[in-house]
């Protein structure tokens, strides 16, 4: 029996489709059928992580079976592909660096903007108490709607942080998933 069969059998018997299996991974549905063929091959990382959800052991997933030592004797060595490695360092380096770049960009600014907003009515105060121990001359006066507007960004940080936690933690775990699962191969058949 190949992993592939192991993989498939280990999943029905827990009564999990390939598409909750496929959302847990961070991986498309198509990923598990290919790999539930024996298509391709889960690499270490998402061996672990299957048997993880599959609450099995590893050494069950990928236990030896008197067929995989047939099959394993008919496999030729492997040489590089160099085509598939120009196209990996392409894509998965510079544009996967792209898009995760911009990702962060948008997350730090979130980030400052949500801090900003939840010390908005510190900075107010702390403002006024400066300008009047300082004794300055041309005191600042607080306006009426200084203290409404920024008690009302403060709330609105307060209810944004844990969304945005939310967000940040579901791209990291996205991101991870994505260079552990997704890396093109780059070997092939001699």
Same mark, same amino acid.
């Given at each position: ?77 492997k040489? #590089?592909?160099?085509? @598939? $490695?120009?196209?990996?360092? !392409?894509?998965? +380096?510079?544009?996967?660096?792209? =898009? ?17 907003? #939840?010390?908005?009515? @510190? $900075?107010?105060?702390?403002? !006024?108490?400066? +300008?009047?121990?300082?004794?300055? =001359?041309?005191?600042?006066?607080l ?12 709330? #609105?940080?307060?209810? @944004?942080?844990?969304?945005l ?10 991101f ?15």
């Amino acid at each position: 029996m190949s992993i592939g069969t192991t993989l498939q059998k280990i999943r029905q018997a827990r009564d999990l489709t390939q598409q909750e299996v496929a959302t847990q991974m961070y991986v498309t549905r198509q990923t598990i059928s290919r790999w539930e063929q024996g298509k391709t091959m889960p690499n270490i990382y998402a061996l672990k992580d299957l048997a993880q959800l599959y609450n099995v052991s590893l050494d069950q997933l990928v236990a030896r079976h008197p067929s995989n030592s047939k099959e394993e004797a008919g496999h030729k060595m492997k040489k #590089i592909n160099w085509l @598939a $490695l120009f196209g990996f360092f !392409w894509f998965n +380096v510079i544009v996967t660096m792209g =898009v995760v770049l911009a990702v962060a960009g948008i997350l730090c600014g979130l980030w400052i903007s949500i801090i900003g907003f #939840i010390v908005s009515p @510190a $900075l107010l105060v702390g403002e !006024w108490l400066v +300008v009047h121990m300082m004794g300055w =001359v041309t005191p600042v006066s607080l306006n009426l709607y200084q203290i409404p507007l920024t008690l009302m960004l403060c709330a #609105i940080g307060l209810g @944004a942080f844990p969304l945005l936690k939310q967000l940040t933690m579901y791209l990291v775990n996205f991101f991870e998933k994505y260079i552990r699962y997704n890396l093109r191969s780059i070997y092939t058949e001699k």
